[in-house]
């Protein structure tokens, strides 16, 4: 499906050649039918970093919430894994996929040959180790760590 998809001017050697080892795949399916994939792996652009690719929808199954479904799959792993960042190369017709679920844009548009315009979509857990000072009922000060959201930090 990738392959019909996304990239039908590459061979499965070499979509295969391009892929990670170590990826986590989803697929959705309708009644029997494998209608929408991706998969998510870590990658080394900096620690805690994982990358999105290969996301597709069979054309006829489109528009009807597979890719958002798959998509919060694999985030969903990765958070589980401890991600810190997920980013993506999205095409531009897919940006409001990501923008869905999170995703903002981490670069100017470009291109990549054979398949046109992209930007890089970027998600960021929100959710940080803070230490806070505290202080107890018999006046000393005491340190712990909490899990709050600082998304409005
Ligand atoms: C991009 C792509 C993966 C999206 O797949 P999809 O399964 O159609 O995606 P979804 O259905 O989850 O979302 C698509 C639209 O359907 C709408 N939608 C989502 N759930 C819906 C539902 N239950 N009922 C009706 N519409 C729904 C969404 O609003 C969305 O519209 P928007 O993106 O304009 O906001 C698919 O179009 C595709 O394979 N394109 C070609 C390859 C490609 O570009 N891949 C992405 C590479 S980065």
Redesign the pocket.
């Known amino acids: 499906m990738r392959q019909a ?2 990239r039908p001017h590459q061979s499965l050697a070499e979509l295969e050649r391009g892929e990670p080892t170590n990826a986590f795949a989803v697929g ?1 399916l309708s009644g029997q039918e494998l ?2 994939v ?1 998969f998510v792996a870590p990658d080394d652009r900096s620690a805690g970093s994982w990358r999105v690719r290969g ?5 006829q ?11 919060d799959a694999l985030l969903g792993h990765a958070q589980a894994q401890n991600a810190q960042l997920v980013w ?4 531009v ?2 940006l ?3 923008g ?1 679920a999170g995703f903002v844009a981490g670069s100017e548009r470009f291109e990549l040959p054979r398949i046109g315009p ?1 930007v890089v979509m970027e998600w960021r857990a929100q959710r940080r180790q803070r230490r806070d000072i505290v202080r107890t009922s018999g006046g000393e000060l005491d340190l712990h760590g909490d899990d709050r959201d600082l998304s409005g930090f």
């Open positions: 998809v996304l959705a209608v929408a991706g996301m597709a929808t069979l054309p199954a489109r528009g009807q919430g597979a890719a958002t479904a798959v998509l993506c190369n999205a095409r017709p897919a409001s996929l990501y869905r992209h």
